[in-house]
C-alpha cells in the first residue's frame, strides 16, 4: 500500500505566497517522477510542474519564474513554492508520483487527495 498525503493549500490573496507539501509512505522500493497538476472549476487537469528523481524540472508556461517544485528523495518528499500568486492559480491541486512497490516490484502512478489551493484578486 502507497499513500500520498498533501497538504499546504489555503486562501491567500492575489500576490501572495504558499508551500504545498506532499508527501509519500508505506511499501515503496523508489520513487521516479514526481510532479504536481491542478484542476479548476469546468476545466481539465493540467501538469504544474515536474521533476525527476534527478532533479531535473519542468514547468507549465503560466507558472514559470513563479512556482519551484523541489523534492527530497531521503524524506520521499516533493513541494511546490507558489510566488506571486494569481486568481487563476484557484484550483484543487494534486501531488503525482511513479512508485515501484516492494510489494509486487511493480511501477504505479499514484495520486494524493488534493488541496484546495484558493487566491483571491
Do not use: H
Not at 501572495?16 to 507539501?21: A, D, K, N, Q, T
Request: glycine share 10%; with cysteine; charged share 15%.
Amino acid at each position: 500500500q502507497v499513500r500520498l498525503v498533501e497538504s499546504g493549500g489555503g486562501l491567500v490573496q492575489a500576490g501572495g505566497s504558499l508551500r504545498l507539501s506532499c508527501v509519500a509512505s508505506g511499501s515503496i522500493f523508489s520513487i521516479n517522477g514526481m510532479a504536481w497538476y491542478r484542476q479548476a472549476p469546468g476545466k481539465q487537469r493540467e501538469l504544474v510542474a515536474a521533476i525527476t528523481r534527478g532533479g531535473s524540472t519542468n514547468y507549465a508556461d503560466s507558472v514559470k519564474g513563479r512556482f519551484t517544485i523541489s523534492r527530497d528523495n531521503a524524506k520521499n518528499t516533493v513541494d511546490l513554492q507558489m510566488n506571486s500568486l494569481k486568481p487563476e492559480d484557484t484550483a484543487v491541486y494534486y501531488c503525482n508520483t511513479e512508485i515501484q512497490t516492494t510489494t509486487d516490484w511493480s511501477l504505479r502512478v499514484y495520486w494524493g487527495q488534493g488541496t484546495q489551493v484558493t487566491v483571491s484578486s
